[in-house]
């Protein structure tokens, strides 16, 4: 299976996973979308180092051969995946109510003996 191949179908999962499994509708959402660009700069930021100092070297042939900032472009639809899916799964478990401790607004101890000074 060739690079390019792998991240589209990782792209169509997670949109399938987002919309269909989860039900979470994020990708449908402007709120997303207008956050979605600042994820995109740091991701072609760390992309361009590591590709452009050759710490990742891709087979020419396993990609479709564009790039941005040095790295091949199936490595934005990558990014998208992982970024949906996290978040996806992170929201569909907060509306389930599943949530580790500290509880969100508690802070940690070390905050708490902080503040009790």
């Known amino acids: 299976m ?6 589209l179908l990782g ?5 399938l996973v987002d919309l269909f499994v989860l ?3 994020l990708v449908r959402r402007a709120v997303f979308w207008a956050t979605y660009p600042i994820i995109i700069g740091f991701q072609l930021l760390s992309n361009g180092i590591l590709t ?3 710490i990742v070297i891709y087979d020419p042939a ?3 051969g564009w790039r941005i900032a040095y790295a ?9 995946a992982m970024v949906l899916l996290t978040l996806s ?21 070390l905050l708490r003996r ?3 000074r």
């Open 2 to 7: 060739s690079y390019t191949l792998a991240a």
């Open 23 to 25: 039900r979470t509708r």
């Open 62 to 64: 396993a990609i479709v």
């Open 11 to 15: 792209t169509v999962g997670a949109v």
């Open 89 to 109: 799964v992170w929201v569909w478990l907060g509306r389930r109510g599943v949530q580790r401790e500290p509880r969100a607004g508690e802070g940690s101890a």
């Open 114 to 116: 902080l503040l009790d």
């Open 52 to 54: 452009g100092r050759h």
């Open 72 to 80: 091949p472009v199936e490595d934005l639809f990558f990014g998208f």
